[in-house]
């Protein structure tokens, strides 16, 4: 795209140094991932086998399709296909590991380097690859990058809180994580009273993201008060 002089100094000093570390960050924490991920849970089978079940793929292709339709409608010129599509992805892949994350880090059962990890996909997901993607795309750091911050952040958690849901025969809903054979537990076969309680939940999860994304676009089209 043509970017006249005028846009070229939309990117200070300070924010040109930011996109820097956290570009070089980014790298040095795939790399340290690639090379540690016999231990790592997001490299597992079980993790795979998780992200792989048919009712969660169905749910992000409903999930992503709504995101990536609305895109346009919210008068946001940050938000387009592109960045929809690859930070509904990133938060399909990474939330759900994320949370566990966190989760067995208050129990002990995380390592250190997990932790960092799963902290710099969160950070990567949810707000740099947003950052630099308008950058590149506009040569302007976008000004709404603190408020998708917060908004993606939430958007995050509840995403990976709501692909981790499971169903164990005995102990019920849960998320799957707080089973003590995760990642090599994905749940067991659901029964029609635990698919219920499941739908039940998951609807309590998404309602947030539902209701933010139906705002928006009502709001745009001037049919709030």
């Known amino acids: 795209m043509d ?4 846009q070229l100094v939309l990117v200070s000093t300070g924010q040109l140094a930011y996109l820097v570390v956290v570009s070089v960050v980014s790298v040095v924490a795939l790399v340290a991932g690639v090379q540690s991920r016999a231990g790592l849970a997001i490299a597992t089978r079980g993790y795979r086998r998780q992200l792989l079940a048919r009712p969660r793929l169905v749910a992000l292709g409903v999930a992503l399709a709504a995101f990536v339709l609305l895109a346009p409608l919210t008068g946001d010129p940050t938000w387009d296909a592109v960045d929809a599509t690859f930070m509904s992805l990133g938060c399909y892949v990474t939330a759900p590991w994320v949370c566990a994350t966190v989760y067995r880090a208050t129990r002990g059962r995380a ?3 997990e932790v960092v990890l799963a902290l710099v996909a969160w950070l990567f997901v949810a707000s740099w690859s947003y ?4 950058v590149a795309r506009d040569a302007a750091f ?3 990058s603190r408020e998708n911050f917060f908004a ?3 958007l995050y958690v509840l995403g990976g809180l709501f692909f981790s849901l499971g169903h164990h025969r005995d102990r019920g809903l849960l998320f799957v994580f707080m089973d003590e054979r995760w990642p090599a537990w994905t749940g067991d076969r659901w029964t029609t009273r635990g698919a219920a309680t499941g739908l039940v939940i998951a609807s309590l999860v998404a309602t947030p993201v539902i209701v933010f994304m ?12």
């Open 152 to 154: 993606s952040t939430i």
């Open 131 to 134: 950052d630099l993607y308008l």
């Open 3 to 6: 970017v006249d002089e005028d």
């Open 142 to 144: 976008p000004p709404t």
């Open 214 to 225: 139906v705002w928006v676009v009502m709001d745009q089209l001037g049919l709030l008060p």
């Open 111 to 113: 390592t250190v380097l």
